[in-house]
Each structure stands twice: as C-alpha cells, then as structure tokens.
C-alpha cells in the first residue's frame, strides 16, 4: 500500500488559541485543529517541517460538533479534530505571539 502524501498546510488546518492551550504552551504542548484523516505521523511531519522543531510526542482527539438551536429547527457545529503537539525541550512555537 502506496502513502499519499499531502502537503503539510494541508494537515495543519489552525492553531488553537485559547486559555487552556496558552497554559500548557509553557510545558512545550501546542494545539492544533488538523485534517480528519490526518495520523500522528503525518502530523508529527508536518510541523516539524512548518516550524522547524523537534516534535516529541502526539495526542489526538476527536470533538464531536455540539448540537445547536436555529430560528428554523435544529443544526450542527462542526466535528473537529485537534492535536496536540509536545516540541522538544527548550524549542517553541510562536503561535501567541509572545
């Protein structure tokens, strides 16, 4: 079975910039929203190739879109899913502009 490779902006749709992952961005953990069909390997990939450092570790997860009220009845937000990324020791991302 033959990979298909994608390009890396292709992977790594935006980062996730909140409260929650501006905290653990001090422990060396970014996040990321990614593709649905994206692996941890095409990941890890991809952002070491757009930020240039060294990633040590990848957790997925899938968000299911929360169901919501319109004025007509009843739709969906999108399901998401995010990854987020430890960098080596003493490498950052500068996603917060800090």
Known sequence: MVAIHKPAHDIILKPVVSEKSYAASD??????????TANKVQIKQAI????????TNVNTLNRAGKRMRTRT???QRVNQ??????VAEGQTIDIFGN
């Open 73 to 75: 009845g009843f739709g």
């Open 81 to 86: 899913k995010r990854a987020i990324v430890t």
């Open 27 to 36: 422990r060396g953990q970014y996040t990321f929203v990614v593709a649905p």
């Open 48 to 55: 070491e190739e757009i930020f240039k450092v060294k990633v």
